[in-house]
């Protein structure tokens, strides 16, 4: 089998509703999609993702008024987030009613609720009477995919369709947001919608749990996440330049060139020293610098701030297996 590429709602829905999986676009990543309340269509995502059914998954609804069919209760504070970003790249976490299967939530109590904003998906998702449990459409432990052909480079012969919706606008994953009984905001995984914003619409700072053992309670927070094959190496790039001098190079920066280093080989993630151009750029430049016949990558924090915070993440994280 080899995956088609298309714009078939039609055909997505139909393998959808027979317990096939279909890859899916959104406006962070794209999601390996299939029935979240059919078993057999969940334990399919964990094969083919080659993911430890330990690691939870996601469940996407049309819009947030649909979460009630899934969840006891919504915190006001959650409300308050749904009404500002979604559909966003935000995902709540929310005490699960029994029709969620167990395997979807890891045996958790709490399901995580996602409304994406992509028009093709919404589309889909109105038309289904069953929310799509969607991980990132990568395999297990690699960059997550932002294009229909970066599923297809890791899935092709693993699904049989990828609803092609162009590239991802955000580029990052979702930010997941926990709640507890006093309606405090614990902070799971930094993503598009930076923590500055949530201040501002919430008035509350979240309390950040975005775990770094290599067993944490959210498993996507494994440290070795969103590695290229190539060794990746995060820090000064001028001194690893110099340090590394014997080996072929790649270098991705955040918005200049360096002296020495082939220009083919160097990448940039917003000339203009944006944050969301950069984030959009990310695991695109990620994908392109690993196929390149280099020894090594280097590249360099930016700014902790915004988006800058979830892009540094996902690099320490890229960083950490190759050490
Ligand atoms: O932007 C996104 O969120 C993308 C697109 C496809 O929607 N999805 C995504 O899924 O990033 P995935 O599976 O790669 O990451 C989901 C994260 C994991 O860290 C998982 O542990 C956490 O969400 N998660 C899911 N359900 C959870 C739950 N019930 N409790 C705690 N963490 C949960
Ligand atoms: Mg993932």
């Known amino acids: 089998m080899q995956a088609i590429i298309g714009t078939d709602i039609s055909y997505a829905k139909l393998l959808l509703q027979k317990g096939e999986l279909v ?24 094969t083919v993702k080659n993911r430890p059914q330990f690691n939870p998954l996601i469940i996407h609804i049309p819009s947030f008024d649909v979460a009630q069919k ?4 919504v915190p006001e504070i959650a409300k308050t987030l749904a009404r500002h970003f979604l559909p966003g790249p935000l995902t709540l976490l929310l005490p699960k009613k029994e029709v969620i299967p167990d395997i979807v939530t890891a045996g958790s109590k709490n399901v995580a609720i996602r409304v994406p904003d992509h028009i093709l998906t919404r589309e889909l998702l109105s038309q289904l009477d069953f929310p ?12 997550s995919p932002t294009s229909a052909k970066h599923v297809y480079d890791g899935l092709n012969d693993k699904i049989p369709y990828i609803l092609d919706g162009g590239e991802c606008m955000v580029g990052l994953e979702s930010t997941i947001i926990g709640f507890d009984e006093n309606e405090n905001l614990i902070l799971y995984r930094t993503g598009g919608i930076s923590i500055e914003d949530i201040e501002k619409v919430t008035g509350v700072t979240p309390v950040i749990k975005t775990n ?57 993630l917003s000339p203009s020293g944006s944050l969301e151009e950069a984030a959009k750029n990310l695991f695109k430049v990620l994908r392109k ?35």
């Open 23 to 46: 890859a899916i676009p959104t406006e962070t990543v794209y999601g390996l999609a299939g029935n979240a309340l059919n078993e057999d269509a969940v334990v399919k995502i964990f």
């Open 70 to 73: 899934y969840v006891t209760a």
């Open 132 to 143: 799509l449990a969607a991980p990132s459409a990568n395999s297990f432990g690699y960059v």
């Open 212 to 268: 770094e053992s290599d067993l944490p309670d959210t498993p996507g927070q494994l440290k070795s996440h969103y590695a290229t094959d190539t060794p990746l190496y995060l820090g000064n790039i001028s001194e690893m330049i110099l340090e590394y001098k014997e080996k072929k190079i790649a270098v991705i920066s955040f918005h200049e060139h360096f002296e020495g280093i082939d220009i083919n080989n160097q990448f940039i």
């Open 289 to 323: 610098t690993d196929d390149l016949n280099v020894d090594i990558i280097l590249t360099e924090r930016l700014p902790d701030e915004g988006l800058g915070r979830a892009i540094n993440d996902r690099l320490g994280r890229a960083q950490h297996i190759n050490k």
